[in-house]
């Protein structure tokens, strides 16, 4: 995989780290959130780790529409609003590629095409590439490009772009 230019599998585990952190984010499933840590906690330690103490987590809560939850543990939270403070989480560093993972898995259908379309702004406000993975055919309206895995072979879903 290339991103920036740069082929992510020819490099060694300590410099595939560093090179992940700054340039690609990740949404999990299950969200992955700390259970003793706040929205903003969440943020801020992602920041921290990537080496970015400038970290505003109300704005990027705010982006996702959860600023008036960022002083909520993930106990508090409802599936959507854990999902949505992980792509708050996965955007901290701006990432110019998001890795996504059946990020509809735990929500009813209106709040997986909120999630969904969500990330699709984020995509084309930011110029974040997004890939995910889903089993979720409801929320492909909101995707530009649409691959199908048939047989282990990925192929174009009629009417998506090529």
């Known amino acids: 995989m290339r991103v920036h230019g740069t082929d992510h599998a020819g490099l060694r585990k300590g410099a595939a780290a560093r090179f992940r952190l700054p340039n690609i984010g990740f949404v999990f499933q299950s969200g992955n959130l ?10 801020r330690l992602a920041g921290r780790l990537a080496g970015n103490r400038d970290v505003n ?15 909520h543990r993930p106990g508090q939270l409802s599936g959507s609003e854990r999902q949505r403070v992980g792509i708050a989480r996965a955007l ?47 929320v492909l309206e909101h995707c530009d490009r649409t691959l199908e895995m048939i047989d282990g072979r990925l192929s174009p879903v009629e009417g998506s772009l090529p």
């Open 34 to 43: 700390l259970p003793a840590l706040s929205a903003s906690d969440q943020l």
């Open 57 to 71: 987590p109300r704005a990027l809560l705010g982006s996702v529409g959860m600023s008036h939850r960022a002083d």
């Open 92 to 138: 901290v560093n701006d990432p110019s590629l998001l890795l996504v993972d059946e990020p509809t898995a735990a929500l009813d259908r209106k709040r997986g095409h909120e999630v969904v379309g969500l990330l699709a702004d984020r995509a084309h406000s930011a110029g974040v590439a997004v890939v995910m993975v889903t089993h979720d055919r409801d």
